[in-house]
């Protein structure tokens, strides 16, 4: 099954706190995740740990799986960082600003799991 | 500073401090300064007979701090080519940094244009303390000019307890230690009281409407802060923008202001005010539809006292932006006009407001704030009390000096941007009726020679022997014309410097940059007895502890940030 | 051991400078008064990893070479490039933000900074309706109405509400918290909604929607106001005008959520047109939230050397502005960029994928203390000292007041200041030789 969200990015304390450490493991914690209301990863048949593929027209990743309840239905939440970004919009509309908020995304589980931040940005290399 | 010497030749000198009235002679330079004599192997610069003064003194400029803002707001500005050589975009040289800008250039632009000019001093005319930092900054950057700062004091918490209180000790310790903090050279206040009526969306209506919550008056923020300069021996004195700047009327408040500091006596031998950019304070009428000059009550006010130098704020027509730490006004200049706005209250200290506006000749207000800057400058007949500006950028962009000065010296210049204007316009102004045509001497006075009173730099605005050598020469034979006739002569003239000398060294030749050496920054360290110091910093150790967000120890202004200071110290009076 | 009191906290626009950090060995051992961001930064360096010294990207690895040989080969690639991106300087000081500029205008580079990704439309907004702020100190003595739109401080400026806005106390605001009304707008419930009085969750992309139909409560227009707006009630949009129009000072704190959703700078113009509405009936301001400890600095500083505050074109020797153009993504989304010199900041995590993958494409040289994705992307890599902790230097609070940092250590790292300035010499002997 394969849930059609609404994504955004955005800033947390953990990935904040991890701003000059990005090539350890906690980094990697705090920004390799997608978070969805409960009732969302049910949908989805997943609990929090589990992978979930987000694909959106600009690609897709493969991140771990986390529940907010704080978010209503149908939105989808994954820190700032390389994962998001793989994802998200680099269309600026003519006003400088990409799209980092608001990209319609189709998520599913999968087992395949998160790559991490060295081998994410390898693969743009070997583009 | 680099030891060599100058022989400037056949100087037309027009230097009003020696009364010296454009006289062919030699000026002699060694190692930045004027000097009675220099040796054979000085360079020589040939004159021939061309006007010769000292570098021009801009005492009140918005140039560095608040205009950023207005930069920042305003990117069209930068784009704007309005005044040929003096505007817009230009490339970097291998002497000259990128330019770009008409109202607000950047500062790189700022430095050149104004030595384009043949000035070589500028006087920031308001520096937010707190912020005083970010002011110093571009203090850094604007090349070769000479600069000071004058700060805020007007609506601050601290100073308004210590008036209230009627602790003018403190009052004077807290002065010094906040030109301290904030290296500035004098006392500014605006719209007293007015920015923390501000802080709840109000303002003061006159001098003696009480501040919210403060329990003092405009009045006496004025009365006090003027107590304290003048027992802080400051070499400027308190330096006013008048309550019910802009509104029909004012002029009333105005002269109000000017007669109350009839009473206080300097203790530097200098005016006891000085009122800015009058021609924002000097309007008639009760509202905008019968409204009018109200220049010559203003003048016949100012002819008759000796207390006092004011300046101008000529308007310019054409797109200006208006900057000032009178929050309340520029707010309601962005409703009327229906403009952008920004603004910068400033915790425990002051309000600030930016707004662009165009003046238009077509429109009768606009003329007649037009007319009132000249009508000043016309009708109060000693010219020792009259600095020249536009309130940069404020009634319009310092690059337009050189226009402004044919309106003083021209009637038929004036006659010609007059004709433009519409019937209702010339029955609110006195301009047409007056034929004073104002002389190179006369001038010199405006732009350089009394500010070196004004703000006690006896080494500046002139040409004596031992003043700093900054000197213009223009491409103006003043036997030979007729200003009154060719203004269009002298505006070129005025627009592109023969030659500007910075200390002595050659900054500007034929309008163009030649050497941009940097300048210094004066600040005022006031003595202030211990005891006294003392016990202020107990009082502002609380404000900072309970009510700013930055600590004391982060506060002052750090030497870093002066790269070429000039201490001024002043002993006080205790 | 020394102790530095009212230390300067270099993470987030908050720039708290009420630190106090203990020295022992040259090394940070505590450090009081700051947040979980601040304190990761300050005694976070010393337990990972820095980059240890300059490297070349040689057969696809990064190996290490003498500073001189690093400088030489980015300056290189500065001469030899006819379209350099010059992007961050965010997390700088403005010292270094002034040698980044001059190293742009003599390559004819183009500069911009993170606000790119950040506050970028904020910059939009107020060129178009100008910018109603104040300074924090203002909010904590005065604000009794407070809102955060967007944004979430909790996560983002951990000591904001503390030290500024919901919590703080000042002269007329002597109950803190008690006396103040705080109103959290979001797309979903943020641990700062959790905090406040009133949360308003807003369907995401619509913030000027509901930006315009509380203009229209606010100018008295509630007739023209749908029933539902946003996927808020009427009720509740009239219930929020009025708690803004009785506010005796408002402030609305926005963030990323007002500036990266649809309608970008349009919404933040909204805001600036709403603040303007509300001062017809009682004091009002707006703030942005910045992100990087001086991002605002880079805009102050741009502006006063080139005119603009970001997205600054060098190549016709004048600074040329156009943001939809010379931003940062513009010129690697359309493959234009030819070199890029990154400083302080971080594309390669934070710029979408396809601006990415061109600067992979290209020669990067970057300079920074630590290693970060963009590493992984660099060919010449310049080791720094970190800014705020081995540097001093000034930086601008969110609210445009200038701090200047301290140094708290020693180090043998060079600073950016020190770095850019051997690249503009670098750089001029080598047209000079040509």
Known sequence: MKLKANLISGRTADQGAHLEAKTYRGYFDACAYCELNSADLDKLGVSEGNSLKVATDFGEVVVFAKANDGNPDGLAFIPMGPWANTVLDPDTHGCGMPGLKGVPSEIEATEEKPLDMKSLMKQYRED | MRMSEILIKNANVCDPAQGINCETMDLCIRDGKIVESVSESAEVIDAAGRLTMAGGFDGHTHSAGKINVGRFMNPNDARRTLVPGLSGPE???????????????????????????????????????????????????????????????????????????????KLAAYVAWGLKASRGYGVKIVNAGGGEAWGWGKNVSGLYDPVPNFDVTPAEILMGLAEANEKLQLPHSVHVHCNNLGKPGNYETTIETMKMFEKVKPTVDRQALHVTHV??????????????????????????????????????????????????????????????????????????????????????????????????????????????????????????????????????????????????????????????????????????????????????????VGSDADVAIYDIITSDIDPSVEHEKVKQAFSGAAYTLKDGNIVVKDGKIEATPMGRTYWVNAKVPADIDSAMNKDTDIKFKKYYTVSKSNYMVEDSYLPNPVEIRTEGAF | MPVIKDAVCSLCGSLCDDITVTVEDNKITKIENACILGHSKFVGMFEHDRIETPMIRKDGELVPVPYEEAIEAAAKILVNSRRTLSYGWCSTSCEAIGKAIQLAEETGSLIDSTANVCHGPSALAAQEKGSPGASLGVIKNRADVIVFWGCNPVHAHPRHMSRYSSFSKGLFSTKG??????????????????????????????????????RSAVNGHEDVIPETVAGISKEEILELAETLKNAQFSCIFFGMGVTQSRSKYKNGDGVSSLISDLNQHSKAVTIGMRGHYNVTGFGQVATWETGFPMAIDFSRGFPYYNPGETGANDVLVREEADAAIISAADPGAHFPQKAVRHLAKIPVIQIDPYANPTTEIADVVIPAAVVGIEAEGTAYRMDAIPIRMKKLIDTEFKTDEQITKDLITKVRELKEGA
């Open chain 2, 91 to 169: 490339a970097r040289t291998e002497k000259t940094r990128a330019q770009v800008g008409y109202n607000t250039p950047n500062t790189y632009a700022i430095g050149y244009r104004y030595a384009k000019l043949g000035y070589t001093t500028i006087c920031e005319a308001a520096i937010p303390m707190l912020a005083a930092r970010h002011t110093h900054e571009e203090f850094k950057e604007i090349p070769i000019l000479d600069k000071m700062g004058l700060s805020l004091f007007g609506s601050n918490w601290q100073v308004m307890e210590y008036v209230r209180d009627k602790e003018p000790e």
């Open chain 2, 279 to 464: 021609q924002f304070n000097a309007y008639a009428g009760t509202s905008w539809r019968d409204f009018e000059t109200g220049a010559p009550m203003v003048a016949d006010y100012l002819n008759g006292a000796n207390h006092l130098t004011f300046d101008l704020g000529q308007v310019i027509f054409g797109p200006a932006v208006t900057m000032t730490a009178d929050g309340p006004v520029e707010y309601a200049n962005s409703r009327m006009l229906h403009e952008k706005w920004s603004n910068q209250d400033i915790e425990l200290e002051d309000a600030s407001g930016v707004v662009p506006l165009s003046y238009s000749p077509k429109s009768f207000i606009n003329a007649v704030q037009w007319a009132i800057g000249i009508e000043l400058a016309l009708l109060v007949e000693d010219p020792w009390k009259i600095m020249f500006t536009t309130d940069s950028p404020n009634g319009g962009s310092f690059v337009n000096y050189p226009e402004a000065f044919t309106y003083l010296m021209s009637a038929k210049k004036r006659e010609q941007v007059i004709s433009g204007f519409g019937k209702m316009a010339l029955d609110r102004m006195v301009l047409p009726g007056l034929d004073r045509e104002l002389s190179f001497y006369e001038l010199a006075i405006m732009t350089r020679s009394m500010q070196s009173k004004m703000y006690s730099r006896p080494e500046k605005g002139n040409l004596k």
């Open chain 3, 177 to 214: 918290r008690k006396g103040r009304k705080m109103v959290v707008i979001d797309v979903r419930k943020t641990d700062t909604a959790k905090l406040a009085d009133k949360y308003v969750e807003i369907e995401q992309g619509s913030d000027l929607l509901l930006i315009t139909a509380l």
